[in-house]
């Protein structure tokens, strides 16, 4: 078959032979170029091929004969839609092929239905031809469509005028191409050449490029080898050395599904984020829990379990049923008492060491505040999953022993970890080609990148995944993936520091209002000047108080009371509770 413009093949194809596979030949996009495509980019070349799958008419473009105005018409259009006849003006007859009565006065012509027109010049008039085996007087838009032979032929439409017209069907054709995912929409007016080379092209496999995301439901086509055809897009999700290799042109071995599950883990220290693994080797050790007022200890509470705290800040009471507590007093929560308002936390505070039999009860209200702190009694090491089994998340643990199997261990290091959540998101393990034994566990909803299958072997052994044991995530990808977990709400990232305006303090605070004022100093009228005194023979030290402060030298004009201050020491039962709280954290 000879080329043909794009448009004389569309015109004259017939859709039942769909579909039909297209060479592209040559014309305005020789060299070959990128196209603007219905939002697509389609870049068509000398050489490539298209598989016409479907077409569509989009519009007609009506052009008269005589002056050249060119007007359109939907695929919809009967004639009496939008179109109404025109007025019966005087016909006058130009040329003895004009007949002698308007179009409108024939019996013959109906409003929304064509007719051949006769025409001098290169349109031969094929009425014969035109309607032949229709039965009918006229033919509508589509069937006028259906005998385009390459060139548009001289047409009558009382509804639209008393000229002739020439019909410009505008189609869009939905075609598949070598290498792209989505169907490619072109309209039948692209300035190409093309040539039919179905017959001769039965063999061609057109591949459609695959999301590692539609990978994880196609077990049975793992294991296999694949190619990178574009790398994943949008921020960053690990921080790991393997991340930025998959890249275009990339070779990986996707050897199938991983079983392992992950846990959301971060360093408050550090601030570093991580996703540790169910095969992660590291052992554990629980650090106790901290709560901020009686809410958090009551959320705190375990079915069967007491919860004994130590107090980290002093709180005052509530008036007599309330007592105060102190900084070092250990509680017992047990349990609610009461309902509605009046719901209390029944705690057992404890004696001192010299009264460990002996304690009170206390009732203390949901909405009072203070610090405590979990009693460490639990020196036991564990595994993740044995671990997960015996607390609940959120906790915080230390790892006191790395995983053997990593050459470094970030988790170490590290002087608390905050386990949030567990997560079951499916993984894939891969490997590049260049290093089959070093694999990798990559998840496709994360990491998603565009790919391709390939009929290469496939190492049998599934490589050593350990460094997928621990991935440190990006600062924004954690907020992200905190943002979709059920129930927990995201804090939001830590602001940058304000700059330092005047007038503020550190941190572009300004100084508290309830602060006192700094005295400033006394008029010389309200400030005697002290007496001099002699100098001594030998200069002796001050004797520093028990805080190792010195002490002032009194103002014999001031009262006593103002100025003599008496410093606090450190009595025995202050340094009795630091001893006791040091005893109880083995951290």
Not at 268 to 292: D, E, V
Not at 333 to 355: D, I, V, Y
Not at 420 to 435: I, K, M
Request: glycine residues 10%; negative net charge.
């Amino acid at each position: 078959m000879e080329p043909l413009s794009f448009q004389e093949y569309i015109c004259s194809l017939d859709t039942a032979t769909l579909p039909r596979i297209l060479r592209i030949c040559s014309g305005v996009y020789f060299q070959g170029s990128v196209y603007e495509i219905s939002g697509n980019e389609c870049c068509l070349s000398t050489g490539d091929l298209l598989k016409v799958m479907a077409v569509a008419l989009q519009k007609v473009i009506c052009e008269d004969t005589e002056t050249g105005q060119t007007m359109e018409l939907p695929p919809t259009f009967k004639g009496e839609q939008g179109y109404p006849v025109p007025a019966r003006t005087q016909w006058v007859p130009s040329s003895q092929a004009r007949p002698l009565q308007p179009p409108w006065a024939q019996p013959h012509c109906p409003t929304g239905l064509f007719q051949p027109a006769p025409a001098p010049g290169p349109y031969p008039t094929l009425r014969g031809l035109f309607l032949k085996g229709t039965g009918q007087q006229g033919l509508t838009l589509h069937q006028a469509l259906g005998r385009w032979d390459r060139q548009p032929q001289p047409l009558l439409c009382p509804a639209i005028g008393p000229r002739a017209l020439l019909l410009h069907p505008v189609y869009e054709v939905h075609a598949t191409m070598h290498l792209r995912r989505d169907v490619v929409k072109i309209p039948s007016t692209l300035e190409v050449d093309v040539e039919d080379v179905t017959e001769a092209a039965q063999h061609i496999r057109f591949a459609r490029p695959l999301l590692l995301s539609e990978v994880l439901g196609m077990e049975a086509a793992l294991p296999a080898q694949a190619e990178i055809l574009e790398g994943p897009s949008g921020p960053a999700v690990f921080e790991s050395a393997w991340v930025p290799r998959l890249r275009r042109g990339q070779r990986l071995q996707l050897h199938g599904h991983s079983h392992a599950w992950r846990v959301l883990a971060s360093a408050p220290s550090s601030g570093r984020h991580f996703l540790l693994s169910s095969t992660y080797q590291g052992r554990f050790r629980q650090r106790p829990r901290q709560f901020k007022g009686v809410q958090e200890l009551v959320a705190g509470l375990r079915p069967g379990r007491p919860l004994r705290v130590v107090v980290t800040q002093d709180c005052e009471g509530q008036g007599e049923d309330v007592p105060p507590l102190c900084m070092g007093d250990r509680l017992e929560a047990r349990g609610l008492q009461g309902n509605g308002p009046g719901t209390r936390l029944l705690c057992h505070r404890h004696g001192g060491e010299e009264e460990e039999g002996e304690g009170e009860e206390l009732l203390l209200p949901l909405d009072l505040g203070g610090g405590f702190v979990e009693e460490a009694c639990d020196s036991k090491k564990y595994g993740l999953a044995e671990l997960l089994e015996q607390q609940p998340l959120p906790c915080e643990v230390r790892v006191v022993a790395p995983d053997p199997g990593l050459e470094r261990d970030a988790l170490g290091a590290l002087p608390a970890l905050r386990l949030e959540a567990r997560l079951d998101q499916p993984f894939l393990v891969g490997s590049f080609c260049e290093e089959p034994e070093e694999g990798f566990e990559i998840p496709p909803r994360w990491l998603d990148l565009s790919l391709q299958l390939s009929e290469g072997p496939v190492h049998p052994p599934a490589p050593c995944t350990r460094r997928s044991r621990v991935e440190e995530l990006t600062e924004a990808f954690y907020y992200q993936l905190l943002a979709q977990l059920p129930g927990s709400p995201a804090p939001p990232p830590p602001r940058p520091p304000k700059p330092a305006q005047a007038g503020t303090g550190p941190g572009g605070r300004r100084p508290s209002a309830h602060r006192p004022p700094v005295p400033g100093p006394l008029p010389m009228s309200a400030c005697p000047a002290p007496p001099l005194l002699p100098l001594p023979a030998l200069p002796q030290p001050s004797t520093p108080s028990q805080d190792g402060r010195r002490r002032p030298p009194r103002d014999a004009g001031i009262d006593s009371n103002s100025t003599e201050h008496d410093y606090e020491t450190v009595d025995d039962n202050v340094q009795k509770t630091i001893r006791k709280m040091q005893a109880i954290f083995p951290f």
